[in-house]
């Protein structure tokens, strides 16, 4: 069983940078991938960033490649999401979750976090 808590979230202004944090806890040797998907009302989960925990393997889309960049902490557990040059369709809500099997795909990803809200005002 892995915990998934997600921190960082808030109100930004066009242009502008955030930081989310992911800890996770419990059977934490047990995880090949962690991921950020977010979700805006109305419209289905999307991943925008994947690494593999043992490695150097990163996953971006299109929409978010340039500007956001997912890093980890084994030390800590923690994955970080730094989102640079935010755009108001950047809003949503953010969740972290977290995956023990290949690949880094959106696909398969078993432990969720509750998620935090990042919007991005015009």
């Known amino acids: 069983q892995v915990q998934l808590v997600e921190s960082g979230g808030g109100l930004v202004q066009a242009g502008g940078s955030l930081r989310l944090s992911c800890a996770a806890s419990?059977?934490?040797?047990?995880?090949?991938?962690m991921g950020w998907f977010r979700q805006a009302p109305g419209k289905e989960r999307e991943l925008v960033a994947a690494?593999?925990?043992?490695?150097?393997?990163?996953l971006y889309p299109d929409s978010v490649k340039g500007r956001f960049t997912i890093s980890r902490d084994n030390a800590k557990n923690t994955v970080y999401l730094q989102m640079n040059s935010l755009k108001p369709e950047d809003t949503a809500v953010y969740y972290c979750?977290?995956?023990?099997?290949?690949?880094?795909?959106?696909?398969?990803?078993?432990?969720w976090g509750q998620g935090t809200q990042v919007t991005v005002s015009s």
């Open positions: 979750a977290a995956k023990n099997r290949s690949p880094l795909a959106a696909d398969n990803y078993a432990y």
């Open positions: 419990g059977r934490t040797f047990s995880i090949y991938a």
């Open positions: 690494i593999r925990w043992s490695g150097g393997s990163i």
